[in-house]
């Protein structure tokens, strides 16, 4: 089975630097996504991370650890547009099989 | 181009009535899942379809099937509704089964409420 967690909320300043973290425990892996989905919208797609380390993309960055089962997403120069709540989860076997966490709500503050 | 579309936008049944929810997945998609989400969780998994068959199943009861036409179109049904039925039905779609590029496509769901 697969385990996900991941902070139920957090709040950030607007311009600051957030960090938010996901561990798993899954008994396969392909890959780890991170979601972003605003109140009443569909998850949209942040990133995707298959090896150790660290993927850039724009104020976005994203983590892995596969041996540490850990993943952190990284938020740079925060906005008030950012807050809403990010989906971390496990890629299964197939390309539309994951295993979702129950996402952390980013509060962004003036 | 048009991203995954879905229909109903919103529906309300009652219990123990059927509902049937349609997804098409963007031009050139070939692979359609379905992932139901409760208000204040996650989405999860009930069913992968790639090229019309079966690829995944969720841990979902026999009340939940699906089918994938040969347009690559997508339908859910939930027979027998139960009040914990009501939640958004969200559809994805990507481009293979074994597509190595992660990304999932989502449409805006179906939020089903059973009363």
């Known amino acids: 089975g697969q385990n996900i967690d991941q902070p139920t909320e957090m709040t950030a300043t607007e311009g600051a630097i957030v960090q938010i973290n996901c561990t798993y425990q899954?008994?396969?892996?392909?890959?780890l996504f991170w979601y972003q989905q605003h109140a009443g919208e569909a998850p949209t797609f942040l990133s995707y991370?298959?090896?150790?380390g660290l993927e850039e993309k724009g104020r976005f960055s994203s983590f892995l650890s596969r041996s540490k089962g850990y993943s952190y997403l990284l938020l740079k120069e925060l906005q008030m547009k950012d807050s809403a709540s990010y989906l971390c989860?496990?890629?299964?076997?197939?390309?539309?099989?994951?295993?979702f966490g129950d996402g952390t709500t980013l509060t962004v503050k003036p | 181009d048009a991203g995954v579309t879905q229909s109903p936008t919103h529906l309300i049944k009652t219990r123990g009535q059927q509902v049937t929810l349609r997804c098409s997945p963007i031009?050139?998609?070939?692979?359609v899942s379905w992932y139901q989400q409760v208000l204040g969780q996650g989405p999860q998994f009930i069913f992968q379809?790639?090229?019309?068959?079966?690829?995944g199943r969720g841990n979902f009861p026999d009340r939940f099937s699906a089918r994938q036409f040969p347009n690559y179109s997508s339908e859910l049904n939930v027979n027998a509704l139960l009040l914990g039925d009501s939640a958004l039905y969200l559809c994805?779609?990507?481009?293979?089964?074994?597509?190595?590029?992660?990304?999932?496509?989502f449409g805006e769901g179906s939020r089903l409420t059973v009363l």
């Open positions: 031009s050139g998609h070939k692979s």
């Open positions: 899954t008994s396969g892996f392909n890959g």
């Open positions: 991370n298959v090896l150790d």
């Open positions: 989860a496990v890629r299964g076997l197939g390309a539309g099989k994951s295993t």
């Open positions: 379809y790639y090229e019309k068959e079966e690829r």
């Open positions: 994805a779609s990507s481009l293979s089964w074994a597509d190595n590029t992660g990304e999932l496509f």
